[in-house]
Nanobody
Framework: QVQLVESGGGLVQPGGSLRLSCAAS????????MGWYRQAPGKEREFVAS???????NYADSVKGRFTMSRDMSKNTVNLQMNSLKPEDTAVYYC?????????WGQGTQVTVSS
């Protein structure tokens, strides 16, 4: 069972930045896919960003140009740099990993964008 632990959430003003990290208990390069999802109160969980094992990234239209996902192999983490944050970015952010026949989720970290 792969364990994913998110960190870096918090309260930030509109226009500010936060950096989320997801530490994995197994080598992140063994995952076919790693991603970030978010869930706001009363809404469905939605895709935010992802990276494949080959390093290809993908982003939701709502965060393109503002969020950047990266991998740090030395720390075995995936990160999400979030800039120009908006109140509508407020949500619990979840790290997700997938490989053949298995999917894993972290516990989530709260991001609140408010003045």
């Amino acid at each position: 069972q792969v364990q994913l632990v998110e960190s870096g959430g918090g309260l930030v003003q509109p226009g500010g930045s936060l950096r989320l990290s997801c530490a994995a208990s197994e080598n992140i390069l063994s995952m076919n896919f790693m991603g970030w999802y978010r869930q706001a109160p009363g809404k469905e969980r939605e895709f935010v960003a992802s990276v494949t094992s080959s390093g290809t990234t993908n982003y939701a239209d709502s965060v393109k140009g503002r969020f950047t996902m990266s991998r740090d192999m030395s720390k075995n983490t995936v990160n999400l740099q979030m800039n120009s944050l908006k109140p509508e970015d407020t949500a619990v952010y979840y790290c997700h990993a997938a490989r053949v026949a298995a999917r894993y989720w972290g516990q989530g970290t709260q991001v609140t964008v408010s003045s």
